[in-house]
Nanobody, 125 residues
Framework: VQLQASGGGLVQAGGSLRLSCAVSGLTFSRYNMGWFRQAPGAEREFVASINWRDSYTTYKDSVKGRFTISRDNAKNTVFLQVNSLQPADTAVYYC???????????????????WGQGTLVTVSS
């Protein structure tokens, strides 16, 4: 199983990025997908998730209205559109998969089965 995250970079505050995570080695459409982030010296935290059944989405409160998670099952890819970026959003962003057929939204990173390598997002003020 491989999860390949990409799309990070250096942006100014207020800017946008589109993160992608290409997944192989599992039946993507059966897995809930999540995005997490980890800032220097901090624990990994939940950002957003999208479920397998009906693409129901869940977000960390501080990113609601700014970030959008989506998935393309035909391309085995999950996306995170990040808008109105703030310096506090600076972190390595990771995609992760849990499943198959997970029935509920999972925010705990320890419950996820597979992880990508991360992509760095740096927001300058």
């Amino acid at each position: 199983v491989q999860l390949q995250a990409s799309g990070g970079g250096l942006v100014q505050a207020g800017g946008s990025l589109r993160l992608s995570c290409a997944v192989s080695g599992l039946t993507f459409s059966r897995y809930n997908m999540g995005w997490f982030r980890q800032a220097p010296g901090a624990e990994r935290e939940f950002v957003a998730s999208i479920n397998w059944r009906d693409s129901y989405t869940t977000y960390k409160d501080s990113v609601k209205g700014r970030f959008t998670i989506s998935r393309d099952n035909a391309k085995n890819t999950v996306f995170l559109q990040v808008n109105s970026l703030q310096p506090a959003d600076t972190a390595v962003y990771y995609c992760a998969a849990v499943g198959p057929f997970t029935s509920s939204t999972i925010r705990n990173p320890a419950r996820y089965d597979y992880w990508g390598q991360g992509t760095l997002v740096t927001v300058s003020s």
